[in-house]
C-alpha cells in the first residue's frame, strides 16, 4: 500500500533562512506525489506535485521540492522563508487504482520567526 | 470564482442526533471526497465518489453516510452510529477519470463539535 512519513511534527525556521520539511514515500511502482499547505482553520491549498522528469519541482509561492528515488524522498524546500509561510504542510501521494484518492502524511507545523 | 464551498462552518451534534454537512463544487469536477481532520492524524478519507449516483468506501466510512444525487453537490450525513464525530471535516473535488494525476481542490472545512 501507498503511504508517506513525514518524520518532524514541527520545524522552527528563521526568517530569511532556508528551509526544508521533509517527507519520505512508500510505493509499489511509480510514485505520484503531492505538497499542500493549510492555513488555521482553512482547507488545503495545492502546493505542487511530482509526476514524473525533473526531479527539481517547482511550486507556487516560491516553494520547490526534490524528488530522490534513491532515498525515496520528497522534500519540500524554499530558499529564503517568511513568516507568513508558517503554517501546516502536508505531503500526499496518489494511490493507485483508486482513482485520485490520495494519502496523506500526518502533517508538519512550520513556524517562521522573525 | 470557481470553488468549493462548505457549509455550515460550525455545527453542533446532541447525543443521537444525525446532522449533514453540506459541499458544493461549481468547478465542473467529477470526482468528490470527504475527509476527516484530527490533530496528529492527517487527513482520512471518509467516502469519495468519481462520478454521479456512485461513491465508495474510504478508509473510515463507519458511522457516515453520502450521497451524489448531482454533480456539484456531495452531503455527507454523521449518523448517530459515529460514536466519535468531534473533528474538522474537509470536502475536495478533482478532475475525474481520463485526467492524470490532478491535484484536489479544497473547501474551508465544517467544525463539528459534540454537545
Not at chain 1, 522534500?75 to 490520495?102: E, I, M, Q, W
Not at chain 2, 444525487?69 to 450525513?77: A, G
Request: some cysteine; aromatic content about 12%.
Amino acid at each position: 500500500a501507498q503511504s508517506v512519513a513525514q518524520p518532524e511534527d514541527q520545524v522552527n525556521v528563521a526568517e530569511g533562512n532556508p528551509l526544508t520539511v521533509k517527507c519520505t514515500y512508500s510505493v509499489s511502482g511509480n510514485p505520484y506525489l503531492f505538497w499542500y499547505v493549510q492555513y488555521p482553520n482553512r482547507g488545503l491549498q495545492f502546493l505542487l506535485k511530482y509526476i514524473t522528469g525533473d526531479n527539481l519541482v517547482k511550486g507556487s509561492y516560491g516553494f520547490e521540492a526534490e524528488f530522490n528515488k534513491s532515498q525515496t524522498s520528497f522534500h519540500l524546500k524554499k530558499p529564503s522563508a517568511l513568516v507568513s509561510d508558517s503554517a501546516l504542510y502536508f505531503c500526499a501521494v496518489r494511490v493507485t487504482g483508486g482513482g485520485n484518492k490520495l494519502t496523506f502524511g500526518t502533517g508538519t507545523q512550520l513556524k517562521v520567526e522573525l | 470564482d470557481g470553488g468549493i464551498t462548505q457549509s455550515p462552518k460550525y455545527l453542533f451534534r446532541k447525543e443521537g442526533q444525525n446532522v449533514t454537512l453540506s459541499c458544493e463544487q461549481n468547478l465542473n469536477h467529477d470526482a468528490m471526497y470527504w475527509y476527516r481532520q484530527d490533530p496528529g492524524q492527517g487527513l482520512r478519507l471518509i467516502y469519495y465518489s468519481q462520478i454521479v449516483n456512485d461513491f465508495q468506501k474510504g478508509d473510515i466510512a463507519e458511522g457516515y453516510s453520502v450521497s451524489r444525487e448531482k454533480k456539484e453537490s456531495f452531503p455527507l450525513t454523521v449518523t448517530s452510529a459515529q460514536k466519535n464525530p468531534t473533528a474538522f471535516y474537509l470536502c475536495a473535488s478533482s478532475i475525474g477519470q481520463g485526467k492524470v494525476h490532478p491535484p484536489q481542490h479544497f473547501g474551508d472545512g465544517t467544525r463539528l463539535s459534540i454537545l
